[in-house]
């Protein structure tokens, strides 16, 4: 050491208040900062007006009322000024990225870029206090009994970022603290309760992700063909969107499960999110009530939708079937979409009673063309039905039998649009092609035919039984 005093650059420790937790839609209504440096503490403070409507529930919690704010500058005439007092320091503050990710979004709306380097206390007490269980602002006033001089206003929360700076440097010293701030010092991105180490361990492969809340809940599942860098995007994206803040201020731990490519990892993560169910997924549905339309040419030649329901399904195997949706309702809603845009006859679709001689309430709404009077030949309705249904055309399998996809060292396994399993060897390729039926599931089978219309198609290896 030298006998020198150990020291570090100007820290201004920030708090802000705001309307809500919206980067895009809400505003800052008050900035607190307490800056130390060399000469002491340096005390900055101002309210602004956020042009803005604030809820009664934030002004409740933070006693901040539009009267307070009416005549108060809003950010952009304070915004060089706030500049200058965060120049050349490091922005601390509790929960960093909601604070830090506002302003950032603030200087961003005015043309001002902003890149100041980002100290996290939560991020510092979960390291030098790593047998406390919880680590917000509450917990820590609380552990450490920190003097509470005005809570969720800017500068008393400020001012308890400051307080327990102190007790840091009293506990473990300046060189130990020095240490803290080199260690978390660089990286605003990552979560409060994610390690720099468990992101670095993450390989930048194929595959799936799975960030998990408190008790090992699943959040989130995604999938991509690199890996850490995605994971990573959450978490920068979570400077300017609102879903990616969500997530990354409750994720607690992060798992993934490599796969060969780009076609495994769509494969497991459809199969990971029915599985465990993440609260912040789109749910997908299980295909257990799945149904489809089949069209039957009647006595007079008119092509009938008809209703093809679960257990009469076979999926890749019927010629004539489209869809597929997942419940009869969803099937008739798109049976009468596609009435109303190609002015089809509703009675004709079996969609309303058909009565000889009658138009249907559609002619007389002119969204039919007259096909339930002979005013637009069958033949053309028949048509027009089967142009307007082909899109949703169930494509019957292929191929003789099971087929394998080479992607990487591994072989996906595949027969009738279902997905069998993953083979790295002929004894499992043979095994799985093997092993039966299995259930039919709507997102592989689009997942599957996407891949194989496109460059996966010169990768498909027939499997013969052997």
């Given at each position: 050491?030298?006998?020198?005093?150990?020291?570090?650059?100007?820290?201004?420790f920030?708090?802000?208040?705001?309307?809500?937790?919206?980067?895009?839609?809400?505003?800052?209504?008050?900035?607190?900062?307490?800056?130390?440096?060399?000469?002491?503490?340096?005390?900055?403070?101002?309210?602004?007006?956020?042009?803005?409507?604030?809820?009664?529930?934030?002004?409740?919690?933070?006693?901040?009322?539009?009267?307070?704010?009416?005549?108060?500058?809003?950010?952009?005439?304070?915004?060089?000024?706030?500049?200058?007092e965060?120049?050349?320091?490091?922005?601390v503050?509790?929960?960093?990225?909601?604070?830090?990710?506002?302003?950032?979004?603030?200087?961003?709306?005015?043309?001002?870029?902003?890149?100041?380097?980002?100290?996290?206390?939560?991020?510092?007490?979960?390291?030098?206090?790593?047998?406390?269980?919880?680590?917000?602002?509450?917990?820590?006033?609380?552990?450490?009994?920190?003097?509470?001089?005005a809570?969720?206003?800017?500068?008393?929360?400020?001012?308890?970022?400051?307080?327990?700076?102190?007790?840091?440097?009293?506990?473990?010293?300046?060189?130990?603290?020095?240490?803290?701030i080199?260690?978390?010092?660089?990286?605003?991105?990552?979560?409060?309760?994610?390690?720099?180490?468990?992101?670095?361990?993450?390989?930048?492969?194929?595959?799936?992700?799975?960030?998990?809340?408190?008790?090992?809940?699943?959040?989130?599942?995604?999938?991509?063909?690199?890996?850490?860098?995605?994971?990573?995007?959450?978490?920068?994206?979570?400077?300017?969107?609102r879903?990616?803040?969500?997530?990354?201020?409750?994720?607690?731990?992060?798992?993934?499960?490599?796969?060969?490519?780009?076609?495994?990892?769509?494969?497991?993560?459809?199969?990971?999110?029915?599985?465990?169910?993440?609260?912040?997924?789109?749910?997908?549905?299980?295909?257990?009530?799945?149904?489809?339309?089949?069209?039957?040419?009647?006595?007079?030649?008119?092509?009938?939708p008809?209703?093809?329901?679960?257990?009469?399904l076979?999926?890749?195997?019927?010629?004539?079937?489209?869809?597929?949706?997942?419940?009869?309702?969803?099937?008739?809603?798109?049976?009468?979409?596609?009435?109303?845009?190609?002015?089809?006859?509703?009675?004709?679709?079996?969609?309303?009673?058909?009565?000889?001689?009658?138009?249907c309430?559609?002619?007389?709404?002119?969204?039919?063309?007259?096909?339930?009077?002979?005013?637009?030949?069958?033949?053309?309705?028949?048509?027009q039905?089967?142009?307007?249904?082909?899109?949703?055309?169930?494509?019957?399998?292929?191929?003789?039998?099971?087929?394998?996809?080479?992607?990487?060292?591994?072989?996906?396994?595949?027969?009738?649009?279902?997905?069998?399993?993953?083979?790295?060897?002929?004894?499992?390729?043979?095994?799985?092609?093997?092993?039966?039926e299995?259930?039919?599931d709507?997102?592989?089978?689009?997942?599957?035919?996407?891949?194989?219309?496109?460059?996966y198609?010169?990768?498909?290896?027939?499997?013969?039984a052997?």
């Amino acid at each position: 050491m030298n006998g020198k005093e150990v020291s570090y650059p100007d820290l201004a420790f920030v708090d802000i208040e705001t309307t809500g937790s919206h980067f895009d839609r809400d505003r800052i209504t008050e900035i607190g900062i307490k800056t130390l440096s060399q000469g002491g503490v340096r005390i900055w403070e101002r309210l602004i007006n956020p042009q803005t409507f604030i809820p009664q529930n934030i002004q409740r919690l933070t006693g901040i009322s539009p009267q307070m704010v009416e005549h108060q500058p809003a950010f952009d005439e304070i915004a060089r000024e706030l500049k200058e007092e965060l120049e050349g320091k490091i922005f601390v503050a509790h929960n960093a990225r909601f604070d830090y990710g506002f302003i950032k979004a603030a200087f961003k709306r005015i043309g001002i870029d902003f890149k100041p380097k980002v100290l996290c206390t939560v991020k510092l007490s979960r390291l030098l206090f790593p047998d406390q269980t919880r680590h917000n602002l509450d917990t820590i006033i609380q552990t450490h009994g920190l003097e509470v001089s005005a809570r969720h206003r800017a500068l008393g929360d400020a001012d308890l970022l400051l307080q327990f700076w102190r007790v840091c440097e009293s506990k473990f010293g300046k060189e130990k603290i020095n240490e803290a701030i080199n260690q978390l010092v660089g990286n605003p991105s990552l979560p409060p309760n994610i390690d720099k180490a468990l992101i670095d361990a993450i390989p930048d492969a194929p595959g799936c992700y799975i960030f998990y809340g408190e008790n090992q809940t699943p959040l989130y599942i995604g999938k991509s063909i690199s890996l850490r860098s995605r994971v990573i995007g959450h978490f920068q994206g979570a400077l300017t969107q609102r879903k990616e803040m969500k997530l990354s201020l409750q994720v607690r731990d992060i798992d993934w499960i490599e796969t060969s490519g780009e076609l495994g990892a769509l494969i497991l993560e459809s199969r990971l999110i029915k599985e465990r169910m993440p609260s912040m997924n789109i749910k997908l549905r299980r295909s257990k009530d799945l149904c489809g339309w089949s069209l039957v040419e009647d006595s007079s030649g008119v092509l009938m939708p008809t209703l093809v329901t679960q257990h009469q399904l076979a999926p890749g195997l019927q010629e004539n079937l489209y869809g597929l949706f997942y419940s009869k309702r969803e099937a008739h809603s798109y049976l009468k979409a596609i009435a109303k845009k190609y002015h089809l006859c509703e009675a004709l679709l079996g969609l309303e009673k058909r009565v000889e001689g009658k138009s249907c309430f559609g002619y007389q709404v002119k969204q039919c063309g007259g096909a339930c009077l002979n005013l637009t030949p069958i033949t053309l309705h028949n048509l027009q039905l089967k142009t307007a249904l082909e899109l949703f055309k169930v494509q019957v399998w292929p191929y003789a039998g099971p087929i394998a996809i080479k992607e990487g060292g591994e072989m996906i396994v595949l027969d009738k649009w279902c997905y069998l399993g993953t083979a790295i060897n002929q004894d499992e390729l043979y095994e799985l092609a093997a092993s039966g039926e299995v259930e039919f599931d709507l997102d592989i089978y689009k997942i599957v035919k996407k891949a194989l219309s496109g460059s996966y198609k010169k990768q498909v290896m027939p499997i013969h039984a052997q």
